[in-house]
């Protein structure tokens, strides 16, 4: 039979031919539950995240969901189904790395949808940075042309990128950020304020979750000679 409203009636005749009638009317629906979820990050940093969802069809009436590690089908009368309260579902990790977790829905009838895949990496640590130095740690310069190397590693979600600062401080905007090469080569620098004197260069490194780890080194600029 299809969905839809059902109706029943009830008849009861007696013996000298009196009949009474009581009808009686149910919502069939054998359908599951539709659902659009939004694409969750590929890395997070956070210890939780609010996924957003939609639901399609007739499937707006209240719903029920179940998160599990695996993709075994739950129970319907399982004690760990959640009443959907809104558009998103939250999510909580307890541990960094490579997480994976599957969503299921439930409607009122008990018809359930096929089970979601999430996936992300979750990576709270920002990168190590072992090693900075300016012209390979020499304490004076004559001109302000430089040249710079480091040494860091991510075991996370990897070095995204990275920028340098003399005011020590972090970059106001996405461009500022320069794409991050896994290179062993110097990086060639050039002071913005070419005033002698001592000068700082902080390097800010940034993986791909959104961590970001930073060092300073310094380096005397003199190109006056001798009086």
């Known amino acids: 039979s299809s969905d839809g409203d059902k109706t029943l009636i009830l008849f009861v005749r007696d013996y000298a031919g009196n009949i009474a009638q009581q009808l009686q009317s149910i919502q069939l629906d054998q359908t599951g539950p539709s659902i659009v979820l939004e694409q969750i990050p590929s890395f997070l940093n956070s210890d939780n995240y609010s996924l957003p969802l939609s639901l399609t069809g007739d499937d707006s009436e209240v719903l029920y969901y179940f998160l599990n590690s695996d993709n075994n089908t739950p129970e319907l009368n399982e004690p760990n189904w959640i009443l959907l309260t809104s558009n998103s579902i939250e999510l909580n990790f307890e541990k960094e790395g490579q997480l994976r977790s599957y969503l299921w829905l439930k409607d009122l009838a008990g018809n359930l949808a096929a089970p979601q895949g999430i996936s992300t990496l979750v990576d709270r640590t920002p990168p190590s940075i072992n090693s900075f130095t300016i012209n390979n740690g020499d304490n004076f310069t004559n001109s302000s042309e430089i040249i710079l190397s480091w040494q860091a ?18 970059p106001t905007s996405e461009e500022e950020w320069i794409t991050y090469l896994e290179t062993t080569e110097n990086y060639p620098y050039s002071f913005i304020d070419e005033q002698d004197g001592l000068k700082s260069l902080t390097l800010y490194l940034r993986d791909f979750a959104g961590n970001i780890q930073s060092i300073q080194d310094n380096i005397s600029l003199d190109t006056q000679g001798p009086e």
């Open 153 to 170: 590693s991510d075991n996370g979600s990897g070095i995204k990128d990275f920028f340098l600062s003399e005011t020590n401080t972090e």
